[in-house]
T-cell receptor, first 111, second 112 residues
Framework: GENVEQHPSTLSVQEGDSAVIKCTYS??????FPWYKQELGKRPQLIID?????GEKKDQRIAVTLNKTAKHFSLHITETQPEDSAVYFC??????????FGTGTRLLVSP | DTAVSQTPKYLVTQMGNDKSIKCEQN?????MYWYKQDSKKFLKIMFS???????INETVPNRFSPKSPDKAHLNLHINSLELGDSAVYFC???????????FGQGTRLTVV
């Protein structure tokens, strides 16, 4: 089955710095890759997603890149702010209705 | 107007008891899921339903029995609760294949 690996597990940055989280997947059939943000005690919420026919997508301070050949995709957050502190999950859908999550990255943005 | 709602939010119970968690979505989605999030924050799929039919059962012990009376509801019943069942359980729904999943607020289950 699909296996999604995510690195790093924790990431500490100073406010204003950039943060990059990387994921790799194993199933070449996967073609939808969402990213979720989970604040403490809250539900995971989608922040950005990318489909396999696109190499990059940007939404204000966040961007996602996808390399289908290498089977990896990354989340980039620029000009980080303290409210970006949360756990971030990448995910992939390898088959019918099965969203497989990475292991999560705890991002801490210090003022 | 909560899109995906689950009850209860907190559940504390003794080992060996049977408990249920309810989930409802008002988004008109065809697909619903149950996910388990353990203390290390890993999110693992347990079940997936499409139009009331079970699609995925990720080798979950048969003490866990999902039930979908209609496509807007997916409940989770757990028999003979064990300490290791303590986790946050999330219900989610999506409109179909290769689309975003919307999560409920989670149910924190603590087995003592």
């Amino acid at each position: 089955g699909e296996n999604v690996e995510q690195h790093p597990s924790t990431l500490s940055v100073q406010e204003g710095d950039s943060a990059v989280i990387k994921c790799t997947y194993s199933d070449s059939a996967s073609n939808y890759f969402p990213w979720y943000k989970q604040e403490l005690g809250k539900r995971p919420q989608l922040i950005i997603d990318i489909r396999s026919n696109v190499g990059e997508k940007k939404d204000q301070r966040i961007a996602v890149t996808l390399n289908k050949t290498a089977k990896h995709f990354s989340l980039h957050i620029t000009e980080t702010q303290p409210e970006d502190s949360a756990v971030y999950f990448c995910a992939a859908i390898p088959g019918f209705q099965k969203l497989v999550f990475g292991t999560g990255t705890r991002l801490l943005v210090s003022p | 107007d909560t899109a995906v709602s689950q009850t209860p939010k907190y559940l504390v119970t003794q080992m060996g008891n049977d408990k249920s968690i309810k989930c409802e979505q008002n988004l008109g989605h065809d697909t619903m899921y149950w996910y388990k999030q353990d203390s290390k924050k890993f999110l693992k799929i347990m079940f997936s339903y499409n139009n009331k039919e079970l699609i995925i059962n990720e080798t979950v012990p048969n003490r866990f029995s999902p039930k979908s009376p209609d496509k807007a509801h997916l409940n989770l019943h757990i028999n003979s609760l064990e300490l290791g069942d303590s986790a946050v359980y999330f219900c989610a729904s999506s409109p179909g294949h290769n689309t975003e999943a919307f999560f409920g607020q989670g149910t924190r289950l603590t087995v003592v």
